[in-house]
Antibody, heavy 122, light 107 residues
Framework: EVQLLESGGGLIQPGGSLRLSCAAS????????MNWVRQAPGKGLEWVST????????YYADSVKGRCTISRDNSNNTLYLQMNSLRVEDTAVYYC???????????????WGQGTLVTVSS | DIQMTQSPSSLSASAGDRVTISCRAS??????LAWFQQKPGKAPKSLIY???SLQSGVPSKFSGSGSGTDFTLTISSLQPEDFATYYC?????????FGPGTKVDIK
């Protein structure tokens, strides 16, 4: 069974940095692209970033480009999202999601982790 | 970016009702469309991909149709566990985008 477990969320002041992690199990991690999707409180879903299975290709939403870096450690089956220069509008639950189809970015999301809440506030 | 719209934004229905949710893309996306179900406080769950392919383990009361710009999610007989918010998402064109959601609640 695929399991995705996010961690690293919390309360952070505007301008601060945070690194989110997603521990994966139940599949060959390096064979699949991975994604981050976020959901602001009471709002809809917003794609944030995607990384290919090898880690060589990365993609970012305009809203986070230049402030966030997605990476992965295929030896430890872990996905990361380094978030810098955080803004109030980055407040959201951040979900990691596996691409069910391939190691290249197909921008499909299944399954999802339970999410980790990031709150940016002074 | 491709804009996704959904209608209605919310609906009230009774157990046993047949429910239809529409999703429209601002430009053609072939069949590169997925549907997700999200219950309060929970992560989204994939229901359908490629517009009409049922995800493994998803009951057959859920069905999807459409191609191009207009898509539909149908729940054939609504059950208490189906009351949730439903999102469509296109993965035809980068960046991937989601619809705003349709909340299905109890009449």
């Amino acid at each position: 069974e695929v399991q995705l477990l996010e961690s690293g969320g919390g309360l952070i002041q505007p301008g601060g940095s945070l690194r989110l992690s997603c521990a994966a199990s139940g599949f060959t991690f390096s064979n699949y692209a991975m994604n981050w999707v976020r959901q602001a409180p009471g709002k809809g879903l917003e794609w944030v970033s995607t990384i290919s299975g090898s880690g060589y290709s990365t993609y970012y939403a305009d809203s986070v480009k230049g402030r966030c870096t997605i990476s992965r450690d295929n030896s430890n089956n872990t996905l990361y999202l380094q978030m810098n220069s955080l803004r109030v509008e980055d407040t959201a639950v951040y979900y990691c999601a596996k691409d069910p189809s391939s190691n290249t970015a197909a921008f499909r999301f299944d399954p999802w982790g339970q999410g980790t809440l990031v709150t940016v506030s002074s | 970016d491709i804009q996704m719209t959904q209608s209605p934004s919310s609906l009230s229905a009774s157990a046993g009702d047949r429910v239809t949710i529409s999703c429209r893309a601002s430009q053609g996306i072939s069949n590169y469309l997925a549907w997700f179900q999200q219950k309060p406080g929970k992560a989204p769950k994939s229901l359908i991909y490629a517009a009409s392919s049922l995800q493994s383990g998803v009951p057959s009361k859920f069905s999807g149709s459409g191609s191009g710009t207009d898509f539909t999610l149908t729940i054939s007989s609504l059950q208490p566990e189906d009351f949730a918010t439903y999102y469509c998402q296109q993965y035809h064109t980068y960046p991937p985008t989601f619809g705003p959601g349709t909340k299905v609640d109890i009449k």
